[in-house]
């Protein structure tokens, strides 16, 4: 995590009112959380900070590409990334994190770090089942999806005649 100070926001010394910081994310930055899901990302996030007397309220917005492996074919793919989260930063008697819109931080602290904030933002907006979108529209030739309708057309072609027996049995029995 010493690899993440730019993170680092010392909202002690900025002025009343909105500031704007913008973040160039990595391949490096999601090494430091030992996440290895992106072979590659380029995401521009934006941080609108808004300090108030006496909370932060901070807008991220995040847009981008990560490469990412398919799940069909394990083919990897650019994935366009847009993710957007708001969180309001209050002060309290000791930390709290236990509610995904608001963070109670210490009295005293002179600076926040959104490097976690910004992690966990990218790898929620990933869908949990990432598809290459020459597999949806069929242009992608991969010796994989190959062997998958290989193995695909097979099922369809043998059926073993006692289920076939037991099949029409069951149909009959819907029938009267």
């Known amino acids: 995590?010493?690899?993440?100070?730019?993170?680092?926001i010392s909202f002690v010394g900025l002025k009343l009112g909105k500031h704007k910081f913008e973040y160039q994310i990595d391949k490096k930055f999601f090494e430091d959380f030992q996440y290895d899901e992106f072979q590659n990302s380029a995401i521009k996030v934006v941080l609108?900070?808004?300090?108030?007397?006496?909370?932060?309220n901070l807008e991220f917005e995040a847009k981008g590409n990560v490469t990412v492996a398919c799940d069909v074919t394990n083919e990897p793919f650019e994935l366009a990334v847009k993710g957007n989260l708001s969180?309001?930063?209050?002060?309290?008697?000791e930390f709290n994190n236990d509610n995904e819109e608001l963070l109670i931080i210490p009295y005293g602290t002179f600076e926040l770090n959104v490097a976690q904030l910004i992690y966990e933002m990218i790898v929620l907006s990933i869908p949990t089942k990432r598809i290459h979108p020459?597999?949806?529209?069929?242009?992608?030739?991969?010796d994989i999806l190959k062997k998958l309708e290989q193995y695909q057309e097979k099922k369809n072609e043998i059926i073993d005649p006692r289920w076939a027996k037991l099949k029409?049995?069951?149909?009959?029995?819907?029938?009267?």
């Open 1 to 8: 995590m010493e690899n993440l100070k730019e993170f680092n």
């Open 48 to 56: 609108n900070f808004e300090k108030k007397s006496n909370m932060l």
């Open 87 to 93: 969180i309001i930063v209050k002060f309290g008697d």
């Open 168 to 176: 029409e049995i069951q149909t009959n029995k819907n029938i009267e």
């Open 134 to 142: 020459g597999v949806e529209d069929g242009t992608l030739q991969s």
